[in-house]
């Protein structure tokens, strides 16, 4: 799978990381199961982590911008943004391989982007234009990129959990080696399909994650309402699945938490749940003036949480000037300002396209 993390450029030299760029054990709390295996992971060097830190730039100033054109009128239907959560996708992604396969609920911009979609393709998507993914037709949630390993958006809520577990059979039938990285909300974790995609996956050892991204509401509702039981990292214990809560705020947690799970299922050992424990700054979707919490607790989390300014705060202990870092900032906002460019001057899709990538009897027309 490709990571962009890795395909970025970063101008400064090697260094020895600081102490502050370690996951430390708070970050984390296991769950009772098949014992997992403490999987020892190198902490990234200053290069790696300019490598996060572009990445997770990329994503929040992308849905920025995207938010931007849908009040604008540009983007129409329902557009769901990614901004608080950035540090997961791209945690998880750096510890991945080329031929993992991802999969994930309708919040999907930031994992497009994250799996290597460029954000020209994504960005005309959204835009309902014809050098979409999709071919513009099928905007926010629905963008698939069989190149990428990236398996879709899916606007039914944990619809996407029993594909994901249908990919890593896939991978295990085919010994491919891969990964089924399965993302979905807290909100989706107590639907019915869930557990039946559980129980499937720890009878067959399927080599698949199962990502809770627990950013604290589903549609409006607190997890604390709506979850009984809230550590959702111990939903897989009556089937035997091992489960991390993590600090989904902390990149570096994440990548931790992300190697461990990783070799476990490679080694065959089956399923595993990481719960990322994380905050979305807007509301559920567009569409929300997310009235059921105070802007106090969003402006505290931001503040006092959010995982881009905590690497910029690592990279200045690591002896990174804070001029490199304004420059990646300006790269990265020209890059999503092109992208931009690019999704509007692309054409509508023809009427006729109405008429493509239609199953029917016979066969795809």
């Known amino acids: 799978m490709a990571k962009s993390s890795q395909t970025r450029s970063a101008t400064s030299g090697n260094k020895a990381p600081s102490p502050k760029t370690k996951a430390t054990n708070k970050s984390v709390r296991r769950v009772p199961g098949r014992p997992p295996k403490n999987i020892p992971i190198e902490t990234p060097d200053t290069d ?31 557009c769901h943004l990614y901004i608080g959560q950035e540090a997961i996708v791209v945690g998880m992604q750096s510890v991945s391989r080329d031929g993992d396969s991802v999969i994930t609920s309708y ?7 994250a799996c290597g ?26 963008m698939f990129s069989r190149e990428k390993h990236f398996y879709g958006g899916h606007g039914i809520v944990a619809a996407q959990v029993p594909i994901g577990a ?24 107590n639907q019915g399909q869930v557990y039946e995609t559980f129980n499937m996956a720890a009878l067959w050892k399927l080599p698949v994650i ?12 607190s997890v604390s309402r709506a979850a009984a039981g809230r550590a959702l990292a111990d939903r897989g214990k009556a089937y035997g699945i091992p489960g991390m809560q993590v600090d989904g705020m902390n990149v570096l947690a994440v990548r931790e938490a992300g190697a461990e799970a990783m070799a476990y299922c490679r080694e065959g050992k089956g399923p595993y749940i990481l719960e990322m424990q994380t905050y979305r700054y807007r509301g559920h979707s567009m569409s929300d003036p997310a009235k059921y919490r105070t802007r106090e607790e969003v402006d505290a989390m931001r503040k006092q ?25 300006a790269k990265i906002k020209a890059e999503v300002t092109q992208a931009s460019d690019f999704a509007l001057a692309s054409p509508e899709p023809d009427p006729a396209e109405l008429w493509t990538d239609v199953i029917r009897e016979g066969g795809v027309i």
Request: hydrophobic fraction near 35%; aromatic fraction near 8%; charged fraction near 25%.
């Open 48 to 78: 790696s982590l300019l490598g996060l830190y572009e990445d997770m730039l990329m994503i929040r100033r992308f849905e920025e911008k995207a938010g931007q054109l849908y009040g604008m009128g540009m983007i129409g239907g329902f």
């Open 107 to 113: 919040r999907d911009h930031g994992h497009m982007l």
């Open 117 to 142: 979609m460029t954000a020209n393709g994504v960005m005309a998507e959204l835009t309902g234009r014809k050098d979409g993914y999709s071919k513009g037709k099928g905007g926010s949630m629905h």
């Open 166 to 189: 249908g990919l890593a059979f896939s991978h295990k039938y085919r010994e491919t080696g891969g990964v089924s990285l399965t993302y979905l909300g807290d909100g989706a974790i």
């Open 210 to 221: 199962f990502v809770i991204e627990n950013n604290q509401y589903g549609m409006g509702t």
């Open 305 to 329: 949480r959010d995982p881009i300014d905590a690497l910029r705060e690592v990279l200045i202990a690591d002896g990174v000037e804070n001029e490199q870092i304004k420059a990646i900032d």
